[in-house]
Nanobody, 121 residues
Framework: QVQLVESGGGLVQPGGSLRLSCAAS????????MGWYSQAPGKERDLVAT???????NYAHSVKGRFTISRDNAKNTVDLQMNSLKPEDTAVYYC???????????????WGQGTQVTVSS
């Protein structure tokens, strides 16, 4: 069974930084695109950033220049470095990974349990 486990959320003041980490574990053949999504209270889950196996990245306009996504393919991890945090960044952040369970399977989308990020003075 595949699991994604996030860590690193918390409370930070505006202008501060946090680093989120996500590790995939279990039995699978390969991991393709990984990413982070956020969901604020009463709102839909939105894309924050994604990264492909080769390292190509994509960011939401609101976080460009402030957030950096990275991954370690050998360790099956993806991180999100969040700098210059704003109150509007407050949300639950979810790790996502598109995983091929076997060599012949299609990708399936997996989600972590979410980690709360609160930006407040």
């Amino acid at each position: 069974q595949v699991q994604l486990v996030e860590s690193g959320g918390g409370l930070v003041q505006p202008g501060g930084s946090l680093r989120l980490s996500c590790a995939a574990s279990g039995s699978f053949f390969s991991i393709n695109t990984m990413g982070w999504y956020s969901q604020a209270p009463g709102k839909e889950r939105d894309l924050v950033a994604t990264i492909t196996t080769s390292g190509s990245t994509n960011y939401a306009h609101s976080v460009k220049g402030r957030f950096t996504i990275s991954r370690d393919n050998a360790k099956n991890t993806v991180d999100l470095q969040m700098n210059s945090l704003k109150p509007e960044d407050t949300a639950v952040y979810y790790c996502n990974a598109n995983i091929k369970i076997t060599k012949w399977a299609y990708d399936s989308s997996y989600w972590g349990q979410g980690t709360q990020v609160t930006v407040s003075s």
